[in-house]
């Protein structure tokens, strides 16, 4: 398809298990976040790539959250040893270029639903 | 760092009616994009709108940067306009900082 693509839609997980989330972004489109949505709230930032390039995991809560994107497209975002306050929405975002003054919306992915029992 | 502060936070219509949600924000613009969450909690792109005003058919957005706010119009409102309304700001590393969001339900 044309936009974000994210796997699984859901995904429900016992706590201290580890799980990897899936974005496939718009093709040609060179930067790409992860946002963390808890219910009820905005979404917030966690990482970012340009290219393969993981410019910035400010907003990473853990050392558990690890991103990646190695060959400049798909990324995925790990989860070690999840705990319950993980349970959340995931969102992925890609735009085509990180220049300002452009017209360069980001464009998001549906997201995954992540449960931890 | 940034923030960003959207009224109001709860919001409800008779079918019809005519709207205006505000975002405040509290640094220079560089990016602001106004999104709809439905109610499958898909984020749908309205408007990117750092200045000026733009128009798409029943909805348009304003944005003063000299002023740091941004005006979302929703005119003749339709059921299918609830959900979720964010505002969202650029910073200097590239991310969005959304507002809390306007819940929106409009009644038949």
């Known amino acids: 398809g044309a936009g974000v693509s994210q796997s699984p839609r859901y995904k429900v997980a016992k706590r201290g298990q580890d799980v990897a989330l899936r974005c496939d972004p718009i093709?040609?489109?060179?930067?790409l976040f992860w946002y963390q949505q808890a219910l009820g709230q905005g979404p917030e930032f966690l990482t970012y790539?340009?290219?393969?390039?993981?410019?910035?995991k400010s907003g990473l809560p853990s050392d558990r959250f690890f991103a990646e994107r190695p060959e400049g497209s798909v990324s995925t975002l790990k989860i070690q040893r999840t705990q319950q306050e993980d349970s959340a929405v995931y969102l992925c975002?890609?735009?085509?270029?990180?220049?300002?003054?452009?017209?360069?919306?980001?464009?998001f992915g549906d997201g995954t639903r992540l449960s931890i029992l | 760092g940034i923030q960003v502060e959207q009224s109001p936070p709860d919001l409800i219509l008779q079918e019809g009616a005519n709207s205006t949600l505000r975002c405040n924000f509290s640094?220079?613009?560089?990016?602001l994009q106004w999104f709809h969450q439905n109610p499958w909690g898909q984020l749908i792109n309205l408007f990117y709108?750092?200045?000026g005003t733009k128009q798409n058919g029943r909805l348009s957005a304003t944005t003063v940067a000299t002023e740091r706010y941004s005006l979302l119009y929703i005119s003749s409102s339709q059921t299918t306009d609830s959900g979720v309304y964010f505002c969202?700001?650029?910073?200097?590393?590239?991310?969005?900082?959304f507002g809390g969001g306007t819940r929106l339900m409009v009644k038949p």
């Open positions: 975002a890609s735009s085509l270029a990180p220049h300002r003054g452009l017209d360069q919306p980001q464009h």
């Open positions: 093709s040609g489109h060179v930067s």
């Open positions: 790539f340009q290219n393969e390039a993981q410019l910035d």
């Open positions: 640094d220079s613009v560089n990016n």
């Open positions: 709108i750092p200045s």
């Open positions: 969202a700001e650029e910073g200097a590393g590239n991310m969005l900082t």
